[in-house]
C-alpha cells in the first residue's frame, strides 16, 4: 500500500548543513550553485513507480530560497511523460532527483565529477541522502532516466567492479522479465530497474521507444513474481 513519505521533514536539515557547508563552492569553481539555493520534492510516494533523475533544472526568474520543495504534480511539464506511463493504470509514480542543486546544463555535473575532492565530496553528500530517501521508498519498479544515474548509483558494466562506488548498488539482467534487477543486499533487492533516456527534452525517447518502454513496465508490473515485498 502507498504512502507518503515526508521528505522536507527528513532531509531540510541536512540540505542546510550542505548549503552551508559549501558556501565557499561558487567561486571556487566558477558556479552559481549554492547562490541558488538547493530543492526537493515535499513528498516521495512509497510502493509506486519511482522515476530517478540526475538534478532539478534551474529557470529565470526564479525566486530562490535556502531550500525549496515542490510538489510533483502536473503544474510541471517535465512530470507529463511519468503522468503518460501510469495513465488509467492502477498504480502511482513519484520522483526523485539524485541530486539537489538547481542547474540545466548536465556538463556542470561532470565539473564536479572530475578529480576534484571539493567536488566529489560534494555530489557524495547529497547522494547519501538521496540513497536514504530512495531505501524508504521500497518502489515497485524504479526508471532510471538519464545516463549519469546509473554512474551514480554505482551499477557498472563491468563485472569486477570494486566496492564503494558512489551508492554502492549493483544489478543484473534478469532474462524472465527483459530488464535489470537490484542485486545488492537490502531494501532494494530484487526491484526490477529500467535503464533508459530522459523521458523529454531534446535528446528525450521517440514515441516508439516511449510506447515500449510503457507496454514493458505494465509486463514487468504483471509478471514479476520474485520482487521482494
Do not use: C
Not at 56 to 69: A, E, L, V
Not at 78 to 95: A, G, M, P, Q, S
Not at 158 to 177: A, C, H, L, P, Q
Request: aromatic share 12%.
Amino acid at each position: 500500500m502507498e504512502k507518503l513519505i515526508n521528505v522536507q521533514e527528513i532531509i531540510e536539515k541536512p540540505l542546510m548543513a550542505i548549503k552551508e557547508k559549501y558556501s565557499y563552492l561558487d567561486q571556487v569553481l566558477d558556479t552559481e550553485i549554492i547562490s541558488r539555493g538547493l530543492i526537493a520534492p515535499k513528498y516521495i510516494e512509497s510502493n509506486s513507480i519511482l522515476f530517478l533523475g540526475i538534478n532539478p533544472s534551474f529557470t529565470k526568474p526564479y525566486d530562490i530560497q535556502n531550500i525549496d520543495f515542490y510538489s510533483n504534480d502536473n503544474s510541471i511539464p517535465y512530470f507529463k511523460k511519468f503522468f503518460e506511463v501510469v495513465r488509467d493504470k492502477e498504480y502511482n509514480w513519484t520522483h526523485l532527483d539524485l541530486l539537489f542543486f538547481r542547474e540545466t546544463n548536465q556538463k556542470a555535473v561532470d565539473l564536479f565529477l572530475k578529480e576534484n575532492p571539493i567536488g566529489v565530496q560534494f555530489i557524495w553528500d547529497q547522494l547519501m541522502l538521496s540513497k536514504q530517501l530512495l531505501e524508504l521508498s521500497t518502489p515497485k519498479i524504479i526508471i532510471a532516466s538519464n545516463t549519469k544515474v546509473r554512474h551514480l548509483l554505482g551499477v557498472e558494466q563491468n563485472k569486477e567492479r570494486t566496492k564503494g562506488v558512489w551508492m554502492d548498488y549493483s544489478s543484473t539482467f534478469d532474462s524472465k522479465i527483459g530488464t535489470d534487477r537490484i542485486t545488492s543486499e537490502g531494501p532494494l533487492f530484487n526491484v526490477p530497474i529500467f535503464f533508459t533516456s530522459m523521458l523529454s527534452g531534446q535528446r528525450a525517447l521517440d514515441n516508439g521507444s516511449f510506447k515500449r518502454l510503457v507496454w514493458h513496465i505494465d509486463f514487468v508490473l504483471k509478471n514479476d513474481k520474485n520482487r521482494q515485498q
